[in-house]
């Protein structure tokens, strides 16, 4: 099980409150292997299945908006997030929200730039370390070079962590956002909600995968293999 493989499995656990056991999670070639198995763990005859937990979700997220002044007919589904969220302030407003309404939110960004700066500081911190120390040791090098790396790479994220205010390029309207909240919080939601549905499964799935493996949404159907097909490691 690849690195990419892992961090999937653990965001889908989180999201739908379950447990994949490795075994288990070995066999799951296919994207429809997991929803199938999803489905098995959630089910619940007590909750109804009627409710769609997205046009739920939106209108407790108009709701909550409304704490930014803006009038309920500015919050559509269309609505541009730079228009809901300023860019001033905007990590404040993220986070005030998502304290709110009690539910994770997606991450934000750092700009394409600055994350390239990082990793071209980084580069140079790894590369001068090993020369450094390879002279004398080529073990010392490489070791320097790991922890000097880890290091500058943890101290450059807490540096521009004030920079992450941008939401990723699949996430730009209000209807992006609603969609990305169902995703990584549907456990939390169908519970709130008393409700819980195959296709609000899928949704969900879908999407985590999407990002996860960094692949076309559309990409994502339920014979899709991981591995072949998603380019999962």
């Not at 730039?113 to 073990?139: D, E, K, Y």
């Not at 996430?171 to 195959?198: H, W």
Request: aromatic share 10%; net charge neutral; glycine share 4%.
């Amino acid at each position: 099980m690849g690195l990419d493989t892992i961090e999937l499995v653990m965001e889908i656990e989180e999201a739908f409150d379950i447990s994949i056991p490795d075994d288990r999670a070995s066999k799951m070639l296919t994207v429809g292997d997991v929803y199938e198995f999803i489905l098995e763990k959630t089910a619940d005859a007590t909750l109804k299945s009627s409710t769609c937990l997205t046009a739920a979700a939106f209108y407790d997220l108009r709701r909550h908006l409304r704490f930014l002044g803006l009038a309920q007919s500015e919050i559509r589904p269309k609505t541009k997030l730079e228009r809901v969220f300023p860019l001033i302030g905007r990590r404040s407003y993220w986070q005030t929200l998502s304290s709110r309404i009690d539910l994770r939110f997606p991450r934000l960004g750092r700009p394409s730039w600055l994350a390239l700066l990082n990793c071209m500081l980084v580069a140079i911190v790894v590369s001068a370390s090993f020369l450094g120390f390879a002279q004398q040791n080529v073990v010392a090098g490489i070791f320097a070079a790991v922890v000097l790396g880890a290091i500058s790479s943890a101290i450059l994220m807490f540096l521009t962590q004030p920079f992450a205010i941008y939401p990723a390029s699949t996430c730009s309207t209000i209807r992006d956002l609603v969609t990305n909240l169902v995703a990584i919080n549907y456990n939390t939601l169908a519970t709130r909600y008393s409700t819980r549905n195959p296709t609000d499964v899928w949704n969900a799935l879908q999407l985590i995968v999407a990002q996860q493996l960094g692949v076309d949404r559309r990409a994502v159907v339920p014979h899709a293999r991981f591995v072949q097909d998603l380019g999962a490691d």
